[in-house]
Every structure is written in structure tokens, then in C-alpha cells.
T-cell receptor, first 111, second 118 residues
Framework: GQQLNQSPQSMFIQEGEDVSMNCTSS?????WLWYKQDPGEGPVLLIA?????ELTSNGRLTAQFGITRKDSFLNISASIPSDVGIYFC???????????FGTGTRLKVLA | GAVVSQHPSWVICKSGTSVKIECRSL??????MFWYRQFPKQSLMLMAT?????????EQGVEKDKFLINHASLTLSTLTVTSAHPEDSSFYIC??????????????FGPGTRLTVL
């Protein structure tokens, strides 16, 4: 199936550092969602974006819907050990309710 | 956020048997639910869309006779893996949009079901 390009694939960072990851699509999306998945569990919704240019925060997390509507990024500020996990972006275009998922960014935080 | 549950959380079965997985929306009604499969260290791949009161729609390459979906009520969808084989071993996750009529501004996921076929 179709997937979004998400980068980086994985990253190791020191506790307290900021993290940035992004997602790009070849087609225009109407909605972008960002999820975090811990091992053996289902994804948990972090942030939802519905308009081009929209910038939304959820605690230490900030996500933006790209102006071109073909990309989105997620920032995590002052990372902590519990930020470890896999982060997925997901999006859908017009005329469909089916979401496409990114390839995931595996985050590891070094204490 | 809206709560979606799945049962069982894990199951081990013998090759050739059938396994049923339930997905329930606990605090909202869902006319549409989605079933995903996730292999280790990979992303989520949509298998099918479950529609209350009508047939499920399957993604390309997904065998509808092998993965039977029944959306019995506005809060329950079931996925039955028929004649399971080791290659069907995977993490199966359902999701549902918390809006009536299937509108999907967001999706909330269940905790997943780990299927292991021996």
C-alpha cells in the first residue's frame, strides 16, 4: 500500500534536547495526524491538524500542517526518557476517509 | 479522547484454525471502523474498512475470504482470520473515527491484538 515518507527513520538524542521529524507526501492532504506508538500497543493520537499552515501544540509537542499541504512536521521540546517510542504521521486527501501512514520515526532518548 | 477496545490482546493458535478479533467503541458510535495489520518494525497497513449495515471494503491484495469482517452494531466490528497460517502472524489493530456517519477527521486506535500462528 501507499506510504508517506517520514524522516528520520530513527534517532538517538540526549535527554533535554529538542527533536524534529517530518513527513512528506506526493499528493495534497486535507488532514494530518501525529501518533506515538509504544511496543505492543496501539498508536495514541498526539496532535491533529486540519488546515494548511496550522500550528498546534500539545504540551511539549508542536506540529505544523505545511503550506503546500504535502508535508507536516512534529517537534518535541526538552525530551524526556518517556518520549521513547515510534512516531507516525498519517494523512488523507479529499474524497477519502482512509488514512495513509508514514514509515515511522523511532526515537530513543539517552538519559 | 474516544476509547476503542480490542479483544483478545493476544492469541496463539494452531495453523488451520480460525481466530476472531473484536473491536469495540466504548463511548461513541462508529458506523465505520478500520482494520490495520502491522508487521514488526513496520508501519500500519490498512486492510479493510468495516461498514455498519453493509459489506466491508478491502484494500488491494487483501483476501476478503480469508479476513472476514462483520460490523454487527454501531459499537462492534469483528475480524475473523480464517484458516490461519504462520504468515498471518502479525499485530492487528482497529481504529474508529469518533463521528457518526463515518466522517474521519481523526481516528482513535484500539490497543491491538497480537496473533501468533504456530
Amino acid at each position: 500500500g501507499q506510504q508517506l515518507n517520514q524522516s528520520p527513520q530513527s534517532m538517538f538524542i540526549q535527554e533535554g534536547e529538542d527533536v524534529s521529524m517530518n513527513c512528506t507526501s506526493s499528493s495534497i492532504f486535507n488532514t494530518w495526524l501525529w501518533y506515538k506508538q509504544d511496543p505492543g500497543e496501539g498508536p495514541v493520537l498526539l496532535i491533529a491538524l486540519y488546515k494548511a499552515g496550522e500550528l498546534t501544540s500539545n504540551g511539549r509537542l508542536t506540529a505544523q500542517f505545511g503550506i503546500t499541504r504535502k508535508d507536516s512536521f512534529l517537534n518535541i521540546s526538552a525530551s524526556i526518557p518517556s518520549d521513547v517510542g515510534i512516531y507516525f504521521c498519517a494523512g488523507h486527501g479529499s474524497g477519502t476517509y482512509k488514512y495513509i501512514f508514514g514509515t515511522g520515526t523511532r526515537l530513543k532518548v539517552l538519559a | 479522547g474516544a476509547v476503542v477496545s480490542q479483544h483478545p490482546s493476544w492469541v496463539i493458535c494452531k495453523s488451520g484454525t480460525s481466530v476472531k478479533i473484536e473491536c469495540r467503541s466504548l463511548d461513541f458510535q462508529a458506523t465505520t471502523m478500520f482494520w490495520y495489520r502491522q508487521f514488526p518494525k513496520q508501519s500500519l497497513m490498512l486492510m479493510a474498512t468495516s461498514n455498519e449495515g453493509s459489506k466491508a471494503t478491502y484494500e488491494q491484495g487483501v483476501e476478503k475470504d480469508k479476513f472476514l469482517i462483520n460490523h454487527a452494531s454501531l459499537t462492534l466490528s469483528t475480524l475473523t482470520v480464517t484458516s490461519a497460517h504462520p504468515e498471518d502472524s502479525s499485530f492487528y489493530i482497529c481504529s474508529a473515527p469518533p463521528q457518526a456517519g463515518g466522517g474521519a477527521d481523526t481516528q482513535y486506535f484500539g490497543p491491538g491484538t497480537r496473533l501468533t500462528v504456530l
